[in-house]
């Protein structure tokens, strides 16, 4: 499963080529994807945002819709220009964004759902913004009151849980409980 660096990559990178580009293609696989795009149509929307959360990532529409992946392990997203000749096979597509720019295709994306602010907000499974490590709202004092907050727990667990740090993997867990010479 991709950690929240890899997840933080991904944001970027399909930040720079959706961000301020109205949307030209929306196709998806998932009927309840392309039921939000038959309800409020994302093409000519503006993509005004793209973020990570933790293992989470959001993409954020003009119209007030916010699509949600979580990647788990096997999904990944691409970027390709018009034309260009796809990685993947195309059985393997669940959900395309177009702009004239670029194309941006999630392969094999195992959970996305719409959401509007409201509803992503009650959504308890994607942590806020202050519990991504890898966010400039990230609270190290916070988190840290979380983690003692767990002291019945071993160590290892309580550093995948997403809602006591969001982002951190197996890898990183290791590697934090080896510098720190602690026992997972």
């Known amino acids: ?3 929240g660096d890899t997840i933080f990559r991904t944001a970027r990178t399909l930040g720079r080529a959706l961000v301020d580009k109205p ?7 998932y009927p309840l994807l392309m039921r939000f795009n038959d309800d409020t149509p994302l093409v000519g929307q503006v993509v005004d945002g793209v973020e990570s959360r933790g293992k989470w990532l959001l993409i954020h529409f003009s119209g007030g819709g916010t699509l949600v992946s979580h990647l788990l392990m096997s999904g990944s997203w691409h970027i390709y220009r018009p034309g260009e000749r796809w990685q993947k096979p195309r059985f393997q597509m669940r959900i395309v964004i177009e702009n004239s720019n670029y194309i941006a295709v999630g392969f094999q994306v195992p959970v996305a759902h719409m959401h509007t602010a409201r ?10 913004s202050a519990m991504d490590v890898l966010s400039e709202e990230f609270d190290a004092e916070a988190a840290v009151v ?9 160590i290892g667990d309580v550093l995948l849980h997403q809602h ?18 602690l026992n997972p």
């Open 119 to 128: 509803s992503l907000v009650r959504d308890t499974r994607i942590p806020g």
């Open 146 to 154: 979380r983690v003692l907050g767990r002291g019945n727990e071993e």
């Open 164 to 181: 006591v740090m969001a982002g951190v993997g197996n890898g990183f867990k290791s590697a934090i409980c080896f510098v720190t010479g």
């Open 1 to 3: 499963m991709p950690e």
């Open 23 to 29: 949307v030209t293609g929306f196709r998806s696989t």
